[in-house]
């Protein structure tokens, strides 16, 4: 496996489109992050071609399937087939959301934000530390868009995650994007937010673009960064450092060069806040 230190500076996420461009041209990416719930069959290309791109690069895989504030019990067979890619693909670290994806044996395949409760706390600490003693690794988990509060949220969301990271004793990936997205959104301050949690928790970042919706922003992972990510995003490397980055683009994938142009602005943030720093 991988040192979590191999991870460093801007990383993309790994979409099936730019397969060939990675294994044709090797581009000057540091790391890629793989979307873990597509590479637990057995076979096919996906996986073929996840063999080859580890091969010259680091990875990390992401997922949504963990279900880490659900109420039913853990998926045994989905953490057996999790099993069995960590062993295969030896990614770096593992994340997942923070949140719930289905209940009563039903799957939504949505990412349900949880009531920001000491009981919740409790419930998504425990799954989490079961989820790490199974795969015998710290994994990150993630905060996700919020458009709508819980009645019982007794405390803000920055507290809960702190909260929970801390009981479970897990990592956080922070999603820039959604930060932003659900500040507006739901009417906090994102500074706020980011001061809120613990910077020995944050091993990784997200960026991403999200669209207008007149009532609401949609965090849709389907356009460029936007200006008041990429101000959020400063403000972020300024408090927990030159934290490895990804930006995440799962709708209306462009072409490669597209990404590698985001990658590049993020990388020259990250570089003068080193040079600031040095």
Request: net charge negative; proline share 6%.
């Amino acid at each position: 496996m991988p040192a979590r230190d191999a991870i460093r500076g801007v990383g993309l996420g790994l979409r099936a489109r730019h397969y060939a461009d990675i294994l044709e041209q090797r581009p000057a990416v540091p790391w890629f992050e793989a979307l873990t719930d597509n590479y637990l069959g057995e076979g096919g290309p996906p996986l073929r071609n996840l063999e080859a791109i580890r091969t010259h690069y680091p990875i990390v895989f992401h997922g949504v399937g963990l279900s880490l504030g659900g109420t039913d019990p853990l998926d045994t067979h989905y953490l057996q087939r999790l099993e069995r890619a960590l062993a295969r693909f030896e990614p770096a670290w593992l994340s997942d959301h923070l949140c719930f994806t289905g209940a009563g044996g039903r799957q939504t395949h949505e990412l349900l934000p949880l009531p920001q409760t000491e009981e919740a706390v409790i419930h998504c600490a425990d799954r989490i530390a079961r989820v790490q003693d199974r795969l015998g690794r710290r994994i990150l988990v993630e905060n996700v868009s919020r458009y709508v509060e819980w009645r019982d949220s007794a405390m803000s969301e920055w507290d809960f995650i702190s909260a929970v990271c801390e009981r479970a004793d897990c990592d956080l990936l922070l999603d820039v994007n959604n930060i932003h997205v659900s500040a507006t959104n739901l009417g906090f301050d994102p500074v706020s937010y980011l001061d809120g949690l613990p910077v020995e928790r944050v091993r990784q970042m997200h960026l991403a673009g999200y669209s207008e919706q007149g009532t609401h922003l949609l965090d849709d992972h389907g356009s460029p960064v936007q200006q008041p990510v990429w101000a959020l995003y400063r403000r972020a490397i300024a408090r927990f450092g030159a934290v490895p980055t990804l930006i995440e683009w799962d709708q209306n994938v462009p072409e490669f060069a597209t990404l590698l142009a985001e990658a590049e602005r993020a990388r020259q943030i990250m570089d003068s806040h080193d040079a600031r720093a040095g």
